[in-house]
């Protein structure tokens, strides 16, 4: 079992930045490949990123290359999404999830466990 708690979020401007951090309980940690995905209102959840294991690998999703950056912290159990240059279309709940399959999973239900969303709205 792995809870997962994220926090980061908030208001930012058109071309600004947010750190999104997202916590994870327990000794497993590192057995997850950990992924970040978003929800806007009234769209299906999507994928943003996703980090192997050992914080070598990584995938993103076409919309943020270039602009975020996914990465984690074994030691201290704790996955983050450095996203610069946001877009209004940024705006949505973010996610956090792992994985027990790989860091090329990019549905949602290839996830086995999320936390609770954290709020990132975009004001143009």
């Known amino acids: 079992q792995v809870q997962l708690v994220e926090s980061g979020g908030g208001l930012v401007q058109a071309g600004g930045s947010l750190r999104l951090s997202c916590v994870a309980s327990?000794?497993?940690?590192?057995?997850?490949?950990m992924g970040w995905f978003r929800q806007a209102p009234g769209k299906e959840r999507e994928f943003v990123a996703a980090?192997?294991?050992?914080?070598?690998?990584?995938n993103y999703a076409d919309s943020v290359k270039g602009r975020f950056t996914i990465s984690r912290d074994n030691a201290k159990n704790t996955v983050y999404l450095q996203m610069n240059s946001l877009k209004s279309e940024d705006t949505a709940v973010h996610y956090c999830?792992?994985?027990?399959?790989?860091?090329?999973?990019?549905?949602?239900?290839?996830?086995?466990?999320w936390g609770q969303g954290t709020q990132v709205t975009v004001s143009s």
């Open positions: 999830a792992a994985t027990s399959g790989s860091h090329r999973n990019v549905q949602a239900r290839e996830y086995q466990y």
């Open positions: 327990g000794r497993t940690f590192s057995t997850y490949a």
């Open positions: 980090i192997g294991r050992f914080g070598i690998s990584t």
